[in-house]
């Protein structure tokens, strides 16, 4: 690391600093601050001090709003205007500021890892470049000639032979060609080959228009030898300008035929393709696409489960699922007539009839069916039948259909790997290139790591010719590739979808791109960027994160990883509780300086204070889970167990398997059997134990709520108690109020003025919006009237705008209000105010809403909880809260899964399950299932690695995980 850690104090006095004075953002108390210039610097705290407030809210909103105010006001009103400026009295020393956050923005489907990257732009211009084309049909290399070399092959070839010379007008193509054929006539041609067959060209010819066909126009018709050459000479040039650079040379006497371009071409086929350009190689262009899919390598197709469930039934009882059962109209009376042509009925049960009519029923005939109904208006009709899946897919695909009727189609689809490109996304043109033996779509799949060597070896595979075109074009591919294994991505592939990828993933990919850009004199705010990573790639993130420091940049990141802080240059501390409680700086300096402080942070960084499971390790109630066969992306068909009435930790290095495990194999899988849910899950082949739970719940990070509106009295239904509380009120009971009249978001009760938000958007044109409290309600939400119904001298308004703490005293005399109240309270959220809206809440928070809200359910100890990465943004403290939380949900018999790299988290599980050894194809093997301790002997496990050391440092015991010792 560089020697910056001595110098900040220094740049500080200097002003050579970006200096933060009287910040007020959200909980913020009016702080200064200032960040060292050309400095790692880390903002921590606990979840809800004010971290991001600080540093999104404040500084990255301030960089933004200066960035937009460089516009003109003409150009900013097309940038949606204005950005509010935040609430602080001044910053200086502020450069360009780009943030990367953890959320995958990205959920187009046509993004990939490789695009987003612009490593495929690369491969695209290298294979467009460099690249050795062959035939799709019969793999030959493709071949490119001159018209002069055209000229000698002919004389070379077939001296002394009877040939015609061809130019191809028409290439598998449907069409009667009467327009075509007159065309020629008048240009003097006699002859044309027709489907492989010299026809004359006479007035009015013309083909059937259904049918393909191929039309060659015959130029010549000569024998071949040296006193000819000036012939061939002007009627090769001629046959080449009418077949636009493709030229056939048919022999007379074998009636073989020979192909020529000036074009790529086949030999053998007369195949041609276009010269190569980057477009040809993108499944976002119409020259590269699959013309199928559209490159987007899936497609939709008819399930056959879903529209015929039971075949037990006949057609007329319902059992084509989409028709329901037999109704008098058209759609049924062809089926009828289908049914005649093969001597059944419609009431035949489906199991009973011939897979040639169900294949007629759902894909359709074109042969004309003739219906009797006296429906039509006359005793005989004949007409053509579309089938039952093309109906459903027309309805699912077409632009002008209503959404209700795509509703209905799609639920009778199914997605799937298209057929034609086989999911590689392009046609077949552009998978016919290849390099060093390889074609695009298969360097796309290689993850980050087997990608690397591959580069490094090209060079032995190409030519001089092709070394020389290549060689700054693989610069730039290695130059990425390098700073995605540096952030610890290596594990992912080049054709990975942009939206599946997890927020820490994108992050990273955007950290390794910035650094890639080699911008300098810039502000970076990063969010926890250590989220998803496993201790063994940690380091080379902060050696990245050093990287962009050292160039000339000021990196700032907020961050609660132990590593991150030791490795910064300067550390701010936030607190020093959540909330109300925190808002404050209660520590800035080194990091060495901060072991020494007395802060809640410092206290765990020194081991002073520890986090440490109260009880012994628990053994379960004897039931478990039984996985057998997951083989979903890298799993390597793996069988696991979870035990039930444990706390089971699931580890392993980033892109191991993990995610596929638990979020895309079990969960759907379990979902699916008690809940009717439509996610499929991942491949597997069985699963045992389900009778012996009755619900299973994901909690993960995601907002409590959509709107402003949103909070957690609401989302707990505390906000529905309290409303019952007030209805009963005699002043209510006098006035004839119902629940609806407490509600902020009906009419009756609320603020008409603000509908119910307490504060009014004021619209500046082309400045920020203004909101400016509600003249009418005060920013109370409420009318006049309905503020006039009061419990102990306290209207619904004032109750919305207690803190939890002070409500568990207000209602302590209401059991059914205070028992929900004191699960907030216990999950450590006494501090936010009842109405608070849900956007003001950090994720960690509202993960922990979401447990108090289970913890307040009356359940059978027979759930299973899942957790993805639960410690994202949770300082030392709140693990250990979070910690305690999950405990008692194991205490009244229930199970829960996490997802975790926490070495916390891990040591206080009692069960572990760890997928590896490595990441992508690496990965994807059961290293270890069973208990926590025992890990340490599984020799191939990095986590055991960090376990057994964790272990031998002697972190045990200081703080002990009591539910009372919990607030």
């Not at 130029?219 to 080449?240: F, G, N, P, T, Y």
């Not at 902060?542 to 990141?557: A, E, K, M, P, Y």
């Amino acid at each position: 690391m560089r020697d910056t850690v001595i110098n900040v104090k220094d740049k500080i006095a200097l002003h050579d600093a970006v200096e933060v004075y009287g910040a007020r953002v959200h909980n913020l108390k009016n702080i200064d601050v200032c960040i060292p210039r050309h400095s790692l610097t880390v903002i921590t705290g606990m979840s809800g001090s004010g971290k991001s407030s600080l540093a999104f809210d404040t500084l990255f909103a301030e960089g933004q709003r200066r960035y937009i105010e460089t516009f003109s006001a003409y150009a900013r009103n097309f940038l949606g205007g204005g950005m509010e400026r935040p609430d602080v009295d001044e910053i200086k020393g502020l450069s360009p500021v780009i943030s990367i956050e953890q959320k995958t923005t990205n959920r187009n489907p046509r993004s990939t890892v490789g695009t987003v990257t612009e490593v495929y732009d690369f491969f695209r211009l290298l294979f467009a470049r460099a690249a050795e084309a062959y035939s799709y049909a019969g793999g030959k290399k493709m071949v490119k000639y001159t018209e002069e070399q055209i000229f000698h092959l002919i004389l070379e070839k077939y001296d002394g032979r009877k040939i015609a010379l061809l130019a191809p007008v028409v290439r598998s193509r449907k069409g009667h060609y009467k327009e075509l054929f007159e065309r020629l006539r008048k240009k003097g041609y006699l002859h044309v080959r027709v489907d492989g067959e010299i026809r004359e060209i006479l007035h009015g010819m013309k083909l059937d228009r259904y049918k393909m066909h191929d039309v060659e126009v015959q130029i010549d018709k000569l024998r071949v030898a040296s006193d000819q050459s000036k012939r061939i000479a002007e009627s090769l040039a001629l046959a080449m300008r009418e077949g636009e650079g493709l030229v056939m040379v048919l022999d007379s006497e074998k009636n073989e035929v020979g192909h020529f371009s000036r074009m790529m071409m086949c030999p053998d086929t007369g195949i041609s393709y276009s010269d190569p350009a980057p477009h040809n190689f993108s499944f976002n262009s119409p020259h590269g696409y699959c013309p199928r899919c559209k490159g987007l390598g899936e497609v939709n197709l008819p399930d056959m489960d879903k529209i015929i469930p039971f075949r037990e039934k006949s057609i007329y009882e319902g059992g084509i699922e989409p028709l329901g059962k037999y109704k008098n109209n058209l759609f049924f009376w062809q089926i009828e007539a289908l049914c005649e042509k093969y001597d059944v009925t419609i009431k035949t049960p489906l199991r009973d009839l011939p897979e040639e009519l169900i294949e007629d029923i759902l894909y359709g005939t074109d042969e004309l069916l003739t219906i009797n109904n006296k429906a039509l208006g006359q005793s005989r009709y004949a007409l053509t039948f579309d089938g039952v899946a093309k109906y459903i897919l027309m309805q699912a695909e077409e632009s002008d259909a209503s959404a209700t009727a795509q509703k209905w189609a799609d639920q009778f689809l199914k997605t799937t790997t298209c057929p034609d490109c086989a999911g590689k996304r392009l046609n077949k043109e552009a998978l016919s290139y290849r390099l060093a033996g390889k074609d695009i779509a298969e360097v796309n799949a290689m993850d980050i790591k087997t990608l690397i060597e591959w580069v490094d070896s090209l060079d032995e595979h190409l030519s001089d010719t092709q070394r020389a075109i290549s060689i700054e074009i693989l610069k730039e591919i290695r130059t990425r590739l390098g700073f995605l294994k540096d952030v610890g991505l290596e594990y992912l592939t080049m054709n990975r979808a942009a939206a599946s990828l997890s927020g820490g993933e994108s992050q990273r990919i955007r950290l390794a791109t910035q650094i890639g850009s080699k911008l300098v004199e810039v502000l970076y705010i990063l969010d926890e960027p250590s989220i998803g990573l496993h201790q063994r790639d940690n380091l080379r993130l902060i050696h990245s994160l050093q990287d962009l420091r050292d160039i000339g940049n000021t990196v700032v990141v907020v961050e609660h990883d132990q590593d991150m802080m030791m490795h910064a240059d300067y550390v701010i501390d936030l607190g020093p509780r959540a909330g109300r409680h925190g808002g404050e700086v209660v520590f800035a300096g080194s990091p060495e300086e901060m072991v020494q402080a007395d802060t809640l942070t410092a206290d765990y960084i020194s081991g002073r204070k520890r986090i440490e499971k109260s009880i012994g390790r628990r053994d379960g109630n004897g039931k478990t889970i039984k996985l057998f066969g997951a083989k979903g992306n890298n799993l390597q068909n793996i069988d696991v167990i979870f035990p039930l009435g444990v706390f089971i930790c699931v580890t392993g290095v980033s892109g191991s398997g993990k995610s596929t495990l638990i979020n895309k194999t079990l969960f759907p899988a379990i979902s699916q059997k008690l809940y009717r849910s439509l996610q499929d899950p991942m491949p597997y082949d069985r699963i045992e134990g389900l009778e012996h739970i009755d619900k299973i719940i994901a909690v993960d990070q995601s907002p409590i709520g959509r709107t402003l509106r949103s909070n957690a009295a609401t989302y707990t239904g505390l906000f529905t108690d309290i409303r019952a509380l007030f209805v009963g009120l005699p002043e209510s009971k006098a006035r004839g109020y119902k629940p609806g009249r407490f509600s902020f978001n009906v009419k009756g009760g609320r603020c008409e003025v603000c509908k119910g938000n307490g504060y009014k958007t004021i619209e500046m044109n082309f400045l920020p919006d203004v909101f400016a409290p509600c003249e009418g309600c005060r920013g109370k939400r409420y009318n006049r009237e309905t503020l006039e119904v009061r419990y102990k001298g306290k209207s619904i308004a004032d109750v919305l705008d207690m803190t939890i703490n002070k409500a568990v005293e207000f209602f302590e005399h209401v059991p059914h209000i205070l028992s929900k109240l004191s699960v907030l309270q216990e999950v450590g959220l006494g501090y936010i105010k009842l109405g608070q809206p849900s956007s003001t809440l950090s994720g960690g928070e509202c993960q922990r809403v979401k447990l108090a809200a289970e913890l307040s359910k009356r359940d059978t100890g027979n759930t299973l909880y899942v957790l993805d990465e639960p410690t994202t943004g949770l300082h030392f403290e709140d693990v250990r809260v979070l910690l305690g939380i999950l405990n008692r949900l194991i205490e009244r018999g229930n199970t829960v899964i996490v997802i975790e790299h926490n070495l916390d988290v891990i040591r206080c599980a009692d069960y572990l399950i760890d997928i590896g050894p490595e990441g992508g194809a690496g990965g994807g093997r059961l290293l270890y299932q069973g208990k926590m301790e025992d890990i340490i002997e599984c020799r191939n496990s990095y986590t055991a690695q960090f376990v057994k050391a964790e272990l031998e440092r002697g972190r045990m015991g200081a703080v002990h995980m009591n539910s009372a010792d919990n607030i």
